[in-house]
């Protein structure tokens, strides 16, 4: 698993609430926490809460699979993020698992909690869902993914005529659930032909942490290739409209030198101008 990837998730000033709640459910901690961002360990793996506005609401085209191998885990867990939130599909079993069910929960993000075996030690696995102008494109996302980052492959996949419970009618030749890996960090992803009122937005990204400003360069330049679109403050969407941020770890150390709170400021009101990160324009303004 690689900890350089992770997903992040915007909140409308509810990000600590949602926080202490993970961490109830998972078993998890807070591992940085300032007034704008937070930073979760669950399962040993690292998630990003962003108090960001009002700007987006989270949904259902990207979810959160979490493979459980404990039967009694798997209750609690659906318990405690059923409480106040909303069943898109029951615990029960399904087809392709014993148990099964998919829920939002109360601030919103959506888990399909899965009970089997782990294939990695990477619990918690970003599910995409391509829908609407991407109903269709899951084959071709993977295939231009797995394109731009290393120690990266697509998996398995399983096509809706398969043979495995189409019972909804979708396109034969669309991906019904496929397993893919960008260097070391795995993700689901799936077609839907269903008229669903939502599709991919900035309310959960997923954030790439960077050595230098080759690598910034190289993610940016691909991951905005063939139809995507820049964004402010390292963001970017992607062809499919996925959203990204392309992040130096430069820039995290330099905006929480709390030792020069007035440097770290002027390291953070540059990075604020900013489209795609710049280091070198970082540390002209920290040095300033």
């Known amino acids: 698993m690689n900890n350089n990837i992770f ?3 915007w909140y409308n000033g509810d990000a600590k609430q949602c926080a202490d709640f993970y961490c109830y459910v998972f078993s998890g901690k807070i591992t940085v926490d300032s007034p704008m961002v937070i930073n979760l360990e669950l399962f040993g793996q690292r998630m990003m809460l962003l108090n960001g506005g009002p700007a987006f609401q989270k949904n259902a085209s990207v979810s959160f699979t979490l493979v459980v191998e404990n039967e009694n885990d798997i209750d609690r867990y ?13 615990l029960d079993e399904y087809p392709w698992s014993k148990k099964y069910g998919w829920v939002r929960d109360k601030f919103g993000v959506t888990w399909q909690l899965f009970l089997g075996s782990k294939r ?5 696995i970003p599910t995409l869902m391509f829908l609407d102008n991407n109903n269709g494109k899951a084959m071709q996302a993977m295939k231009f993914y797995t394109s731009i980052f290393p120690h990266s492959q697509i998996e398995k996949v399983l096509k809706f005529g398969d043979g495995v ?7 034969p030749e669309n991906v019904q659930h496929a397993h893919f890996v960008l260097d070391g960090y795995d993700f689901f992803c799936m077609d839907n032909s269903h008229n669903h009122p939502f599709n991919f937005t900035e309310a959960i990204s997923v954030v790439i942490m960077t050595d230098d400003q080759e690598q910034t360069d190289y993610y940016w330049n691909s991951l905005t290739a063939d139809g995507g679109k820049e964004g402010r403050c390292g963001w970017l969407k992607d062809q499919f409209g996925m959203s990204w941020q392309i992040v130096p770890k430069r820039l995290l150390e330099l905006m929480n030198d709390f030792d020069n709170p007035e440097k770290a400021r002027k390291t953070v009101e540059a990075m604020l101008h900013m489209t795609k990160i710049e280091i070198k324009e970082l540390e002209t303004a920290y040095h300033s």
């Open 165 to 171: 419970g189409n019972e909804n009618h979708e396109i």
């Open 78 to 90: 659906w318990e405690l993020l059923s409480e106040s939130g909303d069943v898109i599909l029951s």
């Open 7 to 9: 997903p992040c998730l």
């Open 120 to 124: 990695t030690d990477q619990a918690i």
